[in-house]
């Protein structure tokens, strides 16, 4: 039975009636489960997505669910490899299925060892992507319409995501006091509070008298009461290429990157960084101040200066005599505990 809850997802219950994999009660069973965490919507479908295909790879193997072993986990990530998928993509699923998998096992439906010794994928830590100062420059010079020139001033001064952006109403947005309310963060589901430059509150002011005032959300079309993703996405590469920066790769999200990159340029904390941009870890912030690090900067010139003049003096070989001797005398102590264990 669902609950009032549960009825948003009733739709992604309805689309696993005609699919015939292996365990596909035990995936219902999960589902259901996510629910009743309170887990979002996006969450549910795009487990429903993997564990989907999962059990179907699982079902043309031959297997049954009880069976499953640590062998078809490899199996199946190097059957994702094999289709081309980038590493991180892949982790992403196998994390899935390792979430679905544990709790099979706290359900008692497959044994404990297929979770014991996780796979573990190892991919290469990328920088963030921030956009140049000039190029932030070239891009707000050309943005035309109210609308848009308050939606890209307010991600690159308040670093919310698009998805957070687009879910903000009007009265979550506090023109006097310089603040936006996130009820919900995207990925997190902690809301926080971010603020706003004076050059996004003025953006701000003359968007909120243009637009519909019967519209539920912030930003909206004519034809819609709320804007989508793509239509947002369409937008930014307009103005990228008005201003001549198509070929360099900039996305929306870039917006975010060069946010946290400035404010460690100009000295804000790590920590006040972390809240403002709702990261759950410290450690995902400290990413960015990879990119902005000028005590590092100035230190390695610094000594590269020193180099440069020929101030560095030494040698580094090392002293053969020394090594010689304690070469002997690593012999002799091994040869002295040969002795003593003798009978």
């Known amino acids: 039975m669902l609950t009032s809850r549960s009825e948003p997802f009733e739709k992604v219950f309805e689309g696993l009636a005609g699919v015939e994999v292996c365990g596909k009660e035990h995936l219902v069973l999960y589902l259901r489960h996510l629910v009743r965490r309170n887990c979002c919507r996006l969450t549910i479908v795009q487990a429903t997505s993997t564990l989907k295909y999962f059990l179907g790879f699982v079902s043309k193997s031959g297997r049954c669910l009880e069976e499953l072993r640590r062998g078809d986990l490899e199996a199946f990530i190097e059957h994702e490899q094999d289709r081309g998928l980038k590493l991180s993509s892949v982790r992403t699923k196998l994390a899935r299925v390792y979430a679905f998998l544990s709790f099979l096992v706290e359900e008692e439906i497959i044994p404990p060892d297929v979770v014991v010794r996780k796979i573990r994928l190892k991919i290469p830590q990328y920088l963030p992507r921030a956009m140049d100062p000039?190029?932030?420059?070239?891009?707000?010079?050309?943005?035309?319409?109210?609308?848009?020139?308050?939606?890209?001033?307010?991600?690159?001064?308040?670093?919310?995501?698009?998805?957070?952006?687009?879910?903000?109403?009007?009265?979550?947005?506090?023109?006097?006091?310089?603040?936006?309310?996130?009820?919900?963060?995207?990925?997190?589901r902690r809301g926080r509070v971010v603020y706003i430059s004076?050059?996004?509150?003025?953006?701000?002011?003359?968007?909120?008298?243009?637009?519909?005032?019967?519209?539920?959300?912030?930003?909206?079309?004519?034809?819609?009461?709320?804007?989508?993703?793509?239509?947002?996405?369409?937008?930014?590469?307009?103005?990228?290429?008005?201003?001549?920066?198509?070929?360099?790769?900039?996305?929306?999200?870039?917006?975010?990157?060069?946010?946290?990159?400035?404010?460690?340029?100009?000295g804000m904390r790590i920590e006040y960084l972390q809240e403002l941009m709702g990261h759950d870890s410290i450690q995902v912030t400290r990413r960015y101040a990879k990119l902005t690090n000028k005590t590092l900067e100035a230190q390695y010139f610094r000594a590269m200066t020193r180099i440069q003049r020929g101030k560095i003096h030494g040698t580094y070989r090392a002293d053969h005599k020394l090594q010689t001797l304690l070469k002997a005398k690593k012999r002799f102590t091994l040869y002295r505990q040969k002795l003593s264990r003798k009978p």
């Not at 420059?137 to 050309?142: C, E």
């Open 198 to 266: 004076d050059d996004a509150r003025y953006a701000l002011k003359v968007w909120l008298k243009e637009r519909d005032p019967l519209r539920e959300f912030l930003f909206h079309t004519q034809a819609s009461s709320r804007r989508s993703y793509t239509s947002c996405w369409c937008m930014f590469d307009k103005y990228l290429q008005q201003a001549g920066l198509a070929h360099k790769g900039y996305t929306l999200h870039c917006l975010r990157h060069t946010f946290a990159s400035e404010l460690l340029n100009a």
């Open 134 to 188: 000039e190029d932030v420059r070239g891009l707000v010079s050309v943005v035309k319409g109210s609308g848009d020139r308050a939606m890209i001033l307010v991600l690159l001064r308040t670093g919310m995501r698009i998805s957070e952006l687009l879910a903000l109403k009007v009265d979550d947005v506090n023109i006097t006091e310089r603040r936006v309310v996130i009820r919900q963060g995207a990925k997190t």
